[in-house]
């Protein structure tokens, strides 16, 4: 449940102690980081490697408790989702219209696609938000 406070050193506090979750994310955990180059603005999903060349890789392999996914449009940088992985691989089960393609380089790559809205939708759910 949120709260409304209108105290200033409550919000500061607040705010400091989630700045201080990311700069331990970013300096003390490994992390994932994949970047998707424009494809997502016309389709709507994120691509999610799992396997390539018929061996488990990406998301079915990395020992990262946190997946960056970059988001880029005409080569900037527009957003980055930061994910842990393992509500990643919820998400991934969760969602029910994902599609699986060959991509990546001589598509040899297994990818999921996963569509961005229902990774907001389905969220939600897995955590008893909506």
Not at 92 to 118: C, F
Request: glycine share 8%.
């Amino acid at each position: 449940m949120v709260t409304f406070n209108k105290n200033f050193e409550y919000d500061l506090e607040f705010g400091e102690i989630r700045e201080q979750r990311v700069a331990d994310i970013l300096l003390n955990q490994k992390i994932e980081v994949k970047t998707e180059r424009g494809q997502w603005v016309q389709s709507g999903n994120i691509a999610i490697e799992y396997e390539y060349r018929g061996k488990p890789s990406g998301i079915a392999t990395t020992q990262a408790p946190y997946w960056f996914h970059i988001l880029e449009i005409g080569g900037e940088e527009f957003c980055t989702l930061m994910l842990k992985t393992d509500m990643l691989k919820k998400l991934i089960k969760a969602v029910k219209n994902t599609r699986t393609v060959m991509g990546g380089d001589d598509k040899q790559s297994k990818l999921v696609l996963l569509p961005l809205r229902e990774i907001f939708n389905s969220a939600a759910k897995l955590m008893g938000g909506a």
